[in-house]
């Protein structure tokens, strides 16, 4: 059985994510097999900008995002995960994935087109055992 933890500790968890993004952090959005957490990304499609205020603290295990700025696609492709970044554009936060629906980073449509606009109606994360 997985470890259960407290949701006073995973909200904390959650909380300690927007310590570290900071504000107006970047949401790549690449096709392609997602790799390893951290390891090299695949076609990149767009870049989305975080709000100012990344996110309000998490309640109940899950953190919501604030609005993300549209991006136009840079590239022609299947969307299948992102990457969001610190806003110096390097530093790593989190892989996450996207889809229409189910998954962390929820977008219109997974079929990008170079030029097109690139929305994300929401980024939730939900910290394990929520």
């Known amino acids: 059985m997985a470890a259960g933890y407290n ?52 309640s109940g ?11 136009t696609a840079v590239a022609t492709g299947t969307a299948s995960w992102a990457r969001e ?12 994935g996207v889809g229409t629906s189910g998954q962390e980073v929820t977008i219109a449509t997974t079929s990008i087109v170079t030029s097109a606009t690139v929305s994300c109606s929401s980024m939730v994360i939900t910290r394990g055992n929520a």
Request: proline share 3%.
């Open 85 to 96: 970044l610190k806003s110096d554009g390097t530093t790593q936060v989190a892989d996450l």
């Open 61 to 71: 295990g899950v953190q919501t995002a604030n609005a993300i700025t549209s991006g």
């Open 7 to 58: 949701v006073l500790l995973r909200n904390a968890q959650l909380d300690a994510i927007n310590t570290f993004a900071g504000n107006s952090g970047k949401l790549r959005i690449y096709s392609g097999t997602r790799p390893a957490t951290g390891g090299t990304a695949t076609t990149l499609l767009a870049e989305l900008t975080m709000n100012a205020t990344r996110a309000p603290n998490a």
